[in-house]
């Protein structure tokens, strides 16, 4: 047994593809992708339209619950690039206390999640203290327990915000899928002097993302790797349900395997 988290997402704006609940059981962490910022006229809040634009809420609720049932956690994430898929959300100028409470009323009062996911990764947005506030609130909301994770890959300089923030996050995941092994622990180290080594985690991608995916090759040498003196905090897979089950699940098993 590992204490490194295995997470993965699972998303629901794909047609088709294994159900949540078929996720393998080596897999701790599952964020539904993807909750979208809602646009300003709505509020600072989230919409789920395009997390359910493939599969209804009933069915991503009980897959859900079926995976909590089981000892998963699971978190909505959220999207909130502006302009993305049509929906024009954004991270910037948000009402922190108002779009946490919003955020918890949806993700924890109602869908009974288990914490939140921010995917920011706006290139055209450097988050500021704003994001530090909104990052905050959502800790003070969701609460101690709740785990609440982000994204990452553009670099310290754009990121320099979660030094400020890394007491209130639960860990990063880095997303540059498509580096070999020393890219991939050389981002490793960047954020982790920002946050600390056990607050990252390391980001793969399966062969459905070509262009962007981790050689399978690499998965063991990335899933045991630990820094020097210290551990990260596991591994994230990018996804669960666009590949073909047997390859997710080959994918599933080789980091599980490896994961240390």
């Given at each position: 047994?590992?204490?490194?988290?295995?997470?993965?997402?699972?998303?629901?704006?794909?047609?088709?593809?294994?159900?949540?609940?078929?996720?393998?059981?080596?897999?701790?962490?599952?964020a539904?992708?993807?909750?979208?910022?809602?646009?300003?006229?709505?509020?600072?809040?989230?919409?789920?339209?395009?997390?359910?634009?493939?599969?209804?809420?009933?069915?991503?609720?009980?897959?859900?619950?079926?995976?909590?049932?089981?000892?998963?956690?699971?978190?909505?994430?959220?999207?909130?690039?502006?302009?993305w898929?049509?929906?024009?959300?954004?991270?910037?100028?948000?009402?922190?206390?108002?779009?946490?409470?919003?955020?918890?009323?949806?993700?924890?009062?109602?869908?009974?999640?288990?914490?939140?996911?921010?995917?920011?990764?706006?290139?055209?947005?450097?988050?500021?203290?704003?994001?530090?506030?909104?990052?905050a609130?959502?800790?003070?909301?969701?609460?101690?327990?709740?785990?609440?994770?982000?994204?990452?890959?553009l670099?310290?300089?754009?990121?320099?915000?979660?030094?400020?923030?890394?007491?209130?996050?639960?860990?990063?995941?880095?997303?540059?899928?498509?580096?070999?092994?020393?890219?991939?622990?050389?981002?490793?180290?960047?954020?982790?002097?920002?946050?600390?080594?056990?607050?990252?985690?390391?980001?793969?991608?399966?062969?459905?993302?070509?262009?962007?995916?981790?050689?399978?090759?690499?998965?063991?040498?990335?899933?045991?790797?630990?820094?020097?003196?210290?551990?990260?905090?596991?591994?994230?897979?990018?996804?669960?349900?666009?590949?073909?089950?047997?390859e997710?699940?080959?994918?599933?098993?080789?980091?599980?395997?490896?994961?240390?």
């Amino acid at each position: 047994m590992t204490s490194q988290t295995f997470m993965a997402y699972w998303l629901g704006y794909n047609e088709g593809g294994p159900s949540l609940e078929e996720t393998p059981d080596s897999v701790g962490v599952v964020a539904l992708a993807f909750a979208v910022n809602a646009p300003s006229d709505q509020g600072d809040t989230i919409t789920l339209d395009f997390l359910t634009s493939k599969h209804s809420a009933q069915e991503i609720r009980a897959g859900a619950k079926a995976l909590q049932a089981r000892g998963v956690k699971v978190l909505m994430s959220i999207n909130g690039k502006p302009n993305w898929d049509g929906h024009p959300g954004g991270w910037g100028n948000l009402d922190p206390q108002v779009y946490a409470a919003n955020v918890k009323a949806i993700v924890v009062d109602d869908w009974g999640l288990d914490g939140v996911d921010l995917d920011n990764e706006d290139v055209s947005y450097t988050p500021d203290d704003n994001f530090v506030q909104v990052i905050a609130a959502l800790r003070a909301a969701l609460g101690p327990d709740a785990l609440l994770t982000l994204p990452v890959y553009l670099g310290p300089v754009r990121d320099a915000y979660l030094a400020q923030a890394k007491d209130q996050i639960s860990f990063v995941a880095t997303m540059a899928y498509w580096n070999g092994v020393a890219g991939q622990q050389a981002l490793f180290e960047q954020y982790a002097d920002l946050v600390g080594p056990g607050k990252v985690a390391i980001g793969v991608a399966d062969a459905a993302n070509a262009g962007q995916n981790t050689a399978f090759a690499d998965l063991a040498p990335l899933a045991s790797w630990n820094p020097s003196g210290a551990s990260k905090a596991g591994i994230m897979l990018w996804n669960l349900n666009a590949a073909p089950p047997a390859e997710t699940a080959q994918w599933c098993q080789e980091i599980a395997a490896n994961l240390s």
